[in-house]
């Protein structure tokens, strides 16, 4: 907890409130009509022109579904805005579309994937960096984090409470990221409008392996089209985002893709810890001061230090308790009463084990907590509660959807996504968007080679294991100057904030000065730690801190340039005529 690299930042519980060429893109007579209905609006320069697209694909979410390569063309919308940040007003281009990646080995088109982009007008591109975003699942679209975080629009929710029904509205973002970096949002296969291309199948891209290795491609494809090789690159992913980014950055190191940073926001490196009771600990107790449950007095009043009092706790005495369940200290039991606001008989009865679940897949701390007012707490918030009783108890907690953190905003995600996409970004489509896609998890293949070979994926039991912290060390060893960022909601049960930290430090990178290009922050929010008012505000600050550091070391950003030319200049020694066979 105390370990130099991550040691706990203080979070205030509260915080203040080049566009691409669309030369060359191709519109079907369709599309054409419908830009020529629509009328232009201006943004700052009367030249330019909106160019609103229509899509009549049918992009199929199935496994075995895929578009014809007939259909497999890189089309866009492209709109102009302007937004004002920190005081600055920024006149920028959003260009909503796909792009076609394809195999590495036949050059073949293997997917065409939808993606959202919001770019800087003016910029020259080795000034101005490009941040990646995705969410998790996996089977997730981006666009919980594109409307959520730091693009310059976002939704605006109630959170911790219920955001009520229709009319919901948008507002600029005054903590966007775009007077930092441009900004691109990934869509993988079988999510928002992205599909295979036959003979490929959605399925083929529905793995571990798999899916980094197609949203490398795309990034590659993102970078060529738009003249972009040279602009320092960031990642933003989040949950299971954060594997993905692991694997996808040393996967892009290998291919002469070289990074400036990475976020990993709600991280889970080591599926083998998911449900570890010492890391959950910590969240539990923040669960009960929250609610006023704690039976510690008097009730501490800074939440970051008494995360650190239960840290200190749980990987010390509280460890100790589950090695020797059934022998019990009561001193130890009377302490985790107090700190989760449980009760020791009922603890007991848990064998003491904060973080176990029923058999119908219920945390048995959310549903407890509050049982006598008849509400459990959100996993991904736990700030978030909801009536427990009658039907809504009992729909399968397996299914995401009764989880009272994200019927909190559910509805107001699906209504704006859809306005702002069709009627500001001027995108249209006759498919229906798949913004979270079961199929794609149910079918995930959690199979991974890291770097050294090894599988690391899936144990002879057939268990996900996926460790991708190895991964991480990597290419940090590899890359000195790559600066990680990991950042994490305090109120998330999913991916608990101090398991994050026993994984990180655990991570095999030896060097200790590479290790202080690793920080980690902790905010008083939940799983989508931006939809918390103030702790956006904050982790915008601490991106912002982080993207200058990264960028503004020439040395560093030399030697990170030297090291993407020399590993391509390798690859392209590897490929000339003179090595083949």
């Known amino acids: 907890m105390n370990?130099?690299?991550?040691?706990?930042?203080?979070?205030?519980?509260?915080?203040?409130?080049?566009?691409?060429?669309?030369?060359?893109?191709?519109?079907?007579?369709?599309?054409?009509?419908?830009?020529?209905?629509?009328?232009?609006?201006?943004?700052?320069?009367?030249?330019?022109?909106?160019?609103?697209?229509?899509?009549?694909?049918?992009?199929?979410?199935?496994?075995?579904?895929?578009?014809?390569?007939?259909?497999?063309?890189?089309?866009?919308?492209?709109?102009?805005?302007?937004?004002?940040?920190?005081g600055e007003k920024i006149a920028y281009t959003a260009t909503v579309g796909h792009l076609v990646t394809v195999d590495p080995s036949s050059s073949k088109p293997e997917a065409k994937m939808f993606f959202v982009a919001f770019t800087k007008d003016g910029a020259k591109e080795e000034e101005r960096p490009l941040t990646f975003f995705y969410n998790g699942g996996p089977g997730s679209s981006s666009v919980f984090v594109l409307l959520g975080s730091f693009a310059p629009r976002r939704i605006k929710t109630s959170m911790p409470g219920f955001t009520p029904p229709a009319p919901y509205e948008m507002e600029d973002n005054p903590d966007s990221l775009l007077d930092k970096s441009d900004l691109i949002f990934i869509n993988p296969v079988g999510t928002g409008y992205s599909a295979a291309i036959a003979p490929n199948k959605n399925r083929d891209f529905w793995?571990?392996?798999?899916?980094?290795?197609?949203?490398?491609?795309?990034?590659?494809?993102?970078?060529t089209k738009n003249n972009r090789w040279n602009s320092p690159k960031f990642l933003f992913g989040e949950s299971y985002g954060t594997a993905r980014s692991c694997v996808l950055a040393y996967r892009l190191h290998e291919d002469g893709v070289d990074l400036n940073g990475i976020t990993l926001q709600s991280s889970i490196l080591d599926?083998?810890?998911?449900?570890?009771?010492?890391?959950?600990?910590?969240?539990?107790?923040?669960?009960?001061?929250?609610?006023?449950?704690?039976?510690?007095?008097?009730?501490?009043?800074?939440?970051?230090?008494?995360?650190?009092?239960?840290?200190?706790f749980s990987r010390t005495d509280y460890l100790n308790a589950l090695r020797k369940f059934p022998q019990t200290d009561d001193e130890v039991v009377e302490k985790l009463a107090e700190y989760t606001g449980i009760d020791k008989v009922t603890l007991l009865a848990w064998s003491l084990?904060?973080?176990?679940?029923?058999?119908?897949?219920?945390?048995?701390?959310?549903?407890?907590?509050?049982?006598?007012?008849?509400?459990?707490?959100?996993?991904?918030?736990?700030?978030?509660?909801?009536?427990?009783?009658?039907?809504?108890?009992?729909?399968?907690?397996?299914?995401?959807?009764?989880?009272p953190t994200m019927t909190a905003v559910s509805g107001v995600y699906t209504s704006m996504w859809n306005s702002y996409l069709n009627e500001q970004l001027q995108f249209t489509s006759t498919s229906s968007f798949t913004d979270l896609n079961d199929q794609a998890f149910v079918n995930w293949d959690f199979k991974h080679k890291d770097p050294t070979g090894a599988e690391k994926g899936v144990d002879s039991k057939g268990d996900i294991v996926l460790y991708t912290a190895g991964d991480l060390a990597a290419v940090m060893a590899l890359n000195v100057d790559l600066k990680?960022?990991?950042?994490?909601?305090?109120?998330?049960?999913?991916?608990?904030?101090?398991?994050?930290?026993?994984?990180?430090?655990?991570?095999?990178?030896?060097?200790?000065?590479?290790?202080?290009?690793?920080?980690?922050?902790?905010?008083?929010?939940?799983?989508?730690?931006?939809?918390?008012?103030?702790?956006?505000?904050?982790?915008?600050?601490?991106?912002?801190?982080?993207?200058?550091?990264?960028?503004?070391?020439?040395?560093?950003?030399?030697?990170?340039?030297?090291?993407?030319?020399?590993?391509?200049?390798?690859?392209?020694?590897?490929?000339?005529?003179?090595?083949?066979?």
């Open 353 to 403: 084990d904060i973080a176990a679940y029923d058999s119908r897949g219920n945390s048995l701390f959310l549903t407890t907590l509050l049982k006598s007012k008849g509400e459990a707490l959100g996993s991904y918030d736990g700030r978030v509660t909801a009536i427990s009783t009658g039907i809504a108890g009992k729909i399968d907690p397996n299914s995401g959807g009764n989880d």
């Open 207 to 223: 793995g571990v392996d798999q899916d980094a290795d197609s949203i490398k491609q795309f990034i590659k494809r993102y970078l």
């Open 271 to 312: 599926y083998s810890q998911a449900g570890n009771p010492v890391g959950a600990l910590p969240t539990a107790a923040a669960d009960a001061w929250y609610h006023k449950k704690l039976g510690v007095h008097p009730t501490p009043t800074n939440l970051l230090n008494f995360m650190e009092e239960v840290a200190e």
């Open 3 to 86: 370990s130099d690299p991550l040691e706990m930042k203080r979070i205030p519980a509260t915080g203040t409130g080049v566009a691409p060429d669309p030369g060359g893109i191709k519109q079907p007579p369709a599309a054409e009509e419908h830009a020529a209905k629509a009328p232009a609006k201006s943004a700052g320069k009367k030249h330019q022109q909106d160019q609103p697209y229509f899509d009549p694909v049918a992009y199929g979410n199935g496994p075995d579904d895929a578009i014809d390569p007939g259909e497999a063309d890189e089309n866009a919308a492209i709109t102009h805005h302007t937004v004002s940040i920190g």
């Open 484 to 581: 990680v960022l990991s950042a994490n909601g305090m109120y998330d049960f999913v991916t608990p904030f101090y398991q994050t930290i026993i994984d990180l430090q655990r991570m095999p990178l030896i060097d200790k000065t590479v290790r202080q290009n690793l920080s980690a922050t902790f905010y008083p929010s939940g799983h989508m730690v931006y939809l918390d008012g103030g702790s956006r505000t904050q982790l915008k600050a601490d991106l912002a801190k982080m993207y200058e550091e990264a960028t503004s070391n020439h040395a560093a950003m030399s030697r990170i340039i030297t090291l993407q030319k020399r590993t391509a200049d390798k690859i392209g020694a590897a490929l000339s005529p003179e090595n083949a066979g």
